[in-house]
């Protein structure tokens, strides 16, 4: 990608990752890109540094607009490494005296990731400092999403480099919100629910802090996809939204099965639910991918989990998605659990264990049908669906 | 004395270790440690820990 001035003397010369299809355990469809951005002021500056294997293509970016042995500075907004991979690659080539600066704990974890002794210069959260023609301030957002996490705000433009917060996981040349319209916000939704809902009182916290420092926010650069340009308001209020946690009537039935009987009662609960004229939508977890099932999740009121019960268990692949999802944090849900069984049947107590340990209130008993279900089986789904729409109505 | 847990980010405090780095000697129970003391972590209040059951 050649790199693209965005506002006068700003320039995004990051890098699309087209290929990755997942990310840490992320599904990305779409692919990726990451962002970093060259301000060409009477200092010259490079925001953040791209994954290790991008470096050389980030310099390449940034040698179509300025020699990047001319840069000054580099701020690293964060340490993680799909954004601090390329720095030593990048410190090496531009000059290892060059500093470069980032929050206190920025520079404990950057030096717990590179053996280079980087010229690290911690800042303080609100420092300013003049490049030229332009103030750049620098916010702490520790826990959005790292310790070491960061913004840089361009104060006389109003640019907003915002690191991981408001990106999204999405390769294209759109480039900004206008451009894209809005088919960015189902990426920026699925990336908050599965990299940010668990801050969400710090996002709350960060929120109310900006609006206090009446800070004139006209564009936002996030590391990951879209910039927003024409309405950064609109991604600020999202997050909002979202970080509430008022979910909506929704229902989202989640399971496995092993011979399809657990599937069987997981239709039939979901037409029940439908019935009481709740949307509602049943995801087979080996047909999903647990980050997609985690945006369904974001904003359903009711959490309904079934699972087979396998070796005295819940099914693994169940596990693997009520641990994720526990770990996101979600707040102000309802539970409920089903499963089919053959003669042990402890899967529907396992999965309510765990419902309650992520905060829910669980609805019912939960159902548990032996082996196949008959019609009489069916129908009593059916009204395990209708009594968890009435609750989700409440 | 009670340790207590980071709700933001699941660091605990242990009294026994203190909080070196942050001047905070080891023996400072959670509740005399001051005011403004902040998660070394993330920065959390410590009104956002919780006692560790």
Redesign the interface.
């Known amino acids: 990608m050649k790199p693209v001035e965005i506002a006068k003397g700003v320039y995004h010369v990051g890098v699309l990752d087209w290929n990755i299809r997942d990310f840490h355990g992320y599904s990305t469809e779409k692919g990726t890109s990451y962002n970093a951005f060259l301000i060409v002021d009477e200092k010259i500056v490079l925001i953040d540094a791209v994954k290790k294997e991008f470096a050389d293509q980030l310099l390449a970016n940034i040698a179509q607009v300025v020699d990047p042995k001319k840069i000054d500075m580099v701020i690293s907004n964060h340490t993680e490494m799909d954004h601090s991979g390329g720095l030593p690659r990048v410190m090496h080539y531009i000059g290892e005296d060059k500093p470069v600066l980032c929050s206190k704990m920025g520079e404990k974890n950057l030096s717990q990731h590179f053996a280079q002794n980087l010229n690290y210069r911690a800042v303080e959260n609100g420092e300013e400092i003049s490049v030229g023609s332009r103030s750049l301030v620098f916010l702490e957002t520790r826990m959005l999403h790292w310790p070491d996490s960061m913004f840089t705000f361009d104060k006389t433009n109003g640019i907003l480099f915002s690191s991981d917060a408001f990106g999204q996981h999405y390769a294209g040349y759109e480039m900004f919100d206008d451009v894209m319209g809005n088919a960015v916000m189902a990426h920026a939704k699925k990336y908050f629910a599965n990299i940010l809902l668990l801050y969400a009182p710090k996002i709350l916290k960060l929120v109310d802090q900006v609006t206090q420092m009446g800070l004139d926010i006209r564009m936002i650069c996030p590391d990951h996809g879209i910039i927003w340009r024409t309405d950064p308001a609109k991604i600020i209020n999202a997050y909002v939204a979202w970080s509430q946690q008022e979910p909506l009537n929704k229902a989202v039935v989640v399971y496995d099965t092993m011979w399809k009987s657990t599937r069987i009662m997981a239709e039939a609960i979901a037409d029940g639910i439908a019935e009481a004229g709740v949307a509602v939508k049943p995801i087979h977890i080996r047909s999903s991918h647990r980050s997609e099932i985690m945006t369904e999740l974001l904003d359903a009121r009711a959490f309904v989990f079934g699972s087979p019960t396998l070796n005295n268990n819940i099914f693994p692949t169940v596990a693997d998605v009520l641990t994720y999802v526990k770990g996101l944090k979600p707040k102000n849900r309802l539970g409920a659990a089903f499963g089919s069984y053959g003669w042990s049947g402890e899967s529907v107590k396992i999965i309510q264990a765990e419902l309650e340990a992520m905060g829910a209130q669980i609805i019912d008993k939960g159902l548990r049908i032996q082996y196949v279900p008959d019609a009489d089986a069916v129908a009593q789904c059916v009204d395990f669906g209708r009594r968890i729409g009435q609750a989700v109505n409440e | 004395m009670d340790k207590y847990v980071c709700t ?2 699941g660091y605990v405090y242990d009294p026994a270790q203190g909080d070196p780095d942050n001047g905070i000697a080891a023996g400072t129970s959670f509740e005399d440690l001051p005011g403004d003391w902040e998660c070394p ?4 209040p410590k009104a ?1 820990f919780e006692k560790q059951a």
Do not use: K, L, S, T
């Open positions: 933001i980010c972590v993330c920065g959390a956002d």
